[in-house]
């Protein structure tokens, strides 16, 4: 545990300064546009009135960087290989994103196989990348530690783009495998507080978890409206799955222009132990070629089904703003700030201790200032 | 509000036209059968949506470096997109694992040799280069 603090604490400043010299320049390209090295990062330092959330925490944190390098090389007129390193000190340590081998038979089927990225919603590929984005933060509700969207997948897919005329475009993608997801027991938390068995000093940790044998898929149609898109997502385990079959379906839809972006998204999750909605509006404006506004309302909620429950640490509601300023679409520095109603992210650490003493308040601000970058 | 009208008409008819004289010209091998292609198309070709040209030949674009009048020209008028928005374009395919962009090359004189060297490559160079070993498109609006 010391070795991992001490870890963090070197190389949190480490990627802060790499952050900062990173220039705003353009991938690496070798043999003639066949291999592209690119890359991308974060830094962000965040406080909070009360309980930590996220990468805020009470009293300040300045641990939450991270740094992922892409290698893609293209081996043949139809054949990809590709693999993302991702450093994330806090959280995973150094994990493979994805590595896979591409065949393209057309533009109408690629088949992919290895360790994939979870085609889902609009920032599923690209959960930890900042440049694309106007929140420091992603929207947790769908693609924090709720088991909705997954961080990869091991195994098959297939993908696909069609373009009907008049300004439609249609792709799609397919998978099937094994999904891992972050996850955060808040059930058993409120399970073991009802039954009495919380442990003074304990708290929520994230985990991974591995769902064997999901199928999933999604469509995405580009309208003639430049910039607007609509997309459904779903995913579930219809053939077997060890707790139980389990289905997250959802629309979204994400109109991005020069100056004005907008994004809407809802997902349904049901399994065995419980049921959760999740849905998000933001919408972001550049006031300048620079200077960059943003509003985000937050929703989320489970049920659990194990007994006849309710917890503030199964709810979320957050509005948040945010003030950017891009140096540059590689580089750019996020000021942002929230407001929270309840404790399914938002929660002091050791949870139990607030627990056992009933002092688990539901409101929290938090301020986060960072930066994020890719090249 | 009858001025305003004829000013917003105005615009978008001029629009509908083409707008202005991009300046660049758009190049194909000389092995190449394509001899014009749309707007749409030509976008189509490099954002990588489509990646074949009709006799299965791969499509290979090639790009002028970003910070050219002509790359400028290209994106605003073929691609419809400025500069920032085609990175953040390249930024979603390159990290959701999906694409690379095309290779960028320095001058008007290593697109040609690019295009040159592979049959299925298409560039474009400012319009006073010449056209020696390449073929020129004609871009429909």
Redesign the interface.
Known sequence: MRTSAAMRRVTAPLLVLMAAIAPPAAAVELQDGKLSINGYGSWGYGATNLNDYLVAGHGGDFDSGDFALALTSRLSDRAVAAAQLHFFPERTGLSLDWAFGEWRFSDLLRVRAGVLKHPFGIFGEVINVGTLRPFFLIPSSVYGATEISGSGVNGLAFSGVIHPGKGWELSYDLYGGSLKLHVEEVISKVLQQVQGTLQPGGTLEIGVEETKYVLGGRLIASTPLEGFEVRLSAYGTPIREENGPRVVVGPSLQYTGEAFSARLEYFFFHETYQRAHAAYAEAAYFLTEKFQVGARAEIYHTTPFQAPIDSSLFEHRELAATFNYWFDPGLVVKLSFHAIDGNRFAFPVPLDDALLAGSLKRTTFASIAGVQFSF | MTRLFLLLTTLLLADAAGGAEPGLRVVVNEANPVTSLSR?ELA?LFLK????WGDGT?V?P?DQL?ETAVRENFNREIL???S??V??YW??R?????D?????RESDGAVLA?VRRNRGAIGYVSAESSMAGVKALTVRR
């Open positions: 749409e189509d949506k489509v990646s074949s791969l290979l090639v970003e419809r997109k400025s920032n928005a990175r953040a930024q979603q390159i990290f959701a694992g999906r690379i962009p095309p290779p960028e690019f």
